[in-house]
């Protein structure tokens, strides 16, 4: 098989236990960077880091809506268009509702 036959054949669909395993390390970096910011004595009202903590915040409740999706079984499928989202996406982004074209359109 020549690596342009491999690059079109698509990939399996992420295991609920490979699923999880991504999750469970995207919350955990996630964490370490909110600590982090906590340990910089930055105050509430600098911008930049209360900017920071506010997207750190959203990704780990994107991560926890995630399990939910694992658990009722609608993980990998885009919650627009009801399409998978392709396993390469979720590699990059596990917690991801979306597949591209759909995320694209509500940003």
Known sequence: MSLDAARTEPRERLSAQEARRRLEHARGTRLVQLEALGETGQTADDHLASSQREA???????????????????????????????AERLEILPYTGHCVSCRRRTA
């Open 56 to 86: 750190i915040q959203r990704v780990l409740k994107e991560i926890d809506e995630a399990f939910a999706r694992i658990e009722d079984g609608t993980y990998g499928t885009c919650l627009e268009c009801g399409k998978p989202v392709p």
